[in-house]
């Protein structure tokens, strides 16, 4: 799923609030920065993604997708892309990021979220760990088309 960028264990501070939005044209280049950090060839190429940013001081410092989608047993969710600045992790930004999404997936009727961490990603871990996430016991593929 998501960088090391999710390991925010602190609150963020309440004189510098963080605002979560729906990303907007204007927020693409930060993006693109924001996704290189994740993935070093990902780049932006869905301008209608649901992809919110975290803003704090009028800058772009982290973001993150959810996508819910319906199956015959119910409407579900993913959350991707979970990335915050490297100067400003540590913050609080990727635990209110995560927030956010599970607070969206909530209000869209999904009965689950599901998103990936690899081994390296304990930062993360810790933070899904906290928000009641489980590790399951199956292997992900994946077909590139």
């Not at 729906?22 to 070093?40: A, G, I």
């Amino acid at each position: 799923m998501s960088g090391d960028s999710s390991g925010d264990n602190d609150r963020v501070p309440a004189d510098r609030p963080v605002v979560i939005r729906p990303w907007e044209p204007r927020d693409r280049d930060t993006v693109q920065r924001l996704l290189r950090l994740f993935s070093v060839d990902a780049e932006v190429s869905c301008d209608d993604a649901p992809t919110y940013v975290a803003v704090q001081d009028a800058h772009v410092v982290g973001m993150v997708t959810l996508c819910v989608f319906r199956t015959l047993t119910g409407s579900k969710a993913y959350l991707d892309h979970l990335v915050v600045e490297p100067g400003m992790r540590r913050r609080g930004i990727g635990r209110v990021l995560v927030e956010h999404a599970v607070s969206q997936a909530r209000a869209a009727g999904a009965t689950r979220v599901d998103l990936t961490a690899g081994d390296q990603k304990q930062a993360g871990r810790a933070v899904y760990s906290s928000f009641g996430f489980r590790k399951r016991d199956t292997s992900v593929f994946r077909l590139l088309l």
